[in-house]
């Protein structure tokens, strides 16, 4: 089965491309790209997406995705959530802890998940700390270089 973030580009991609009006058939096309997933998933994915139904103007519904700028808006909040909450990153091989102020752990992972980094493969989150995995061969370094693409001021401690 192929993973979520690109689950998540597929779905994108093909609500861009094509004029889709129900889950059925944005299912059968992730299922023609190769995705299974069940409509419970897809569900969850449309609504993590902000995929929301607009008229066509003619007789029915299509998906749409939100404005790129909402999206710009959005990858901005979640980075502001970390930078609010997170003390200090470490890591060690594919895991990468990152330590938080009390109380913080959840809103930095949620944020962190929000952000849809490939290299992270999934985090738990306690009161004050944060365990990522990494993907198979991806390191700590792997990370950082692509946590600063998108925060650039992050400091490594």
Do not use: W
């Amino acid at each position: 089965m192929k993973e979520r973030s690109t689950r998540l580009k597929a779905v994108r991609k093909l609500i861009k491309n094509n004029r889709i009006e129900s889950q059925d058939e944005l299912l059968q096309l992730l299922q023609k790209e190769g995705y299974e997933v069940t409509q419970a998933t897809l569900s969850r994915d449309l609504k993590l997406l902000r995929v929301g139904k607009v008229s066509d103007g003619q007789s029915g519904y299509v998906y749409t995705l939100p404005e790129e700028a909402d999206s710009r808006e959005n990858e901005q909040i979640y980075v502001q959530d970390f930078l609010r909450g997170y003390v200090s990153i470490d890591y060690s091989g594919n895991i990468v802890v990152i330590k938080t102020f009390g109380g913080h752990a959840d809103s930095v992972s949620n944020a962190l998940d929000a952000l849809n980094m490939d290299e992270i493969l999934g985090t738990v989150a306690g009161d004050n700390c944060i365990f990522a995995c990494l993907r198979e061969g991806l390191t700590g370094k792997d990370f950082m270089t692509a946590l600063k693409k998108i925060i650039p001021d992050i400091d490594e401690e």
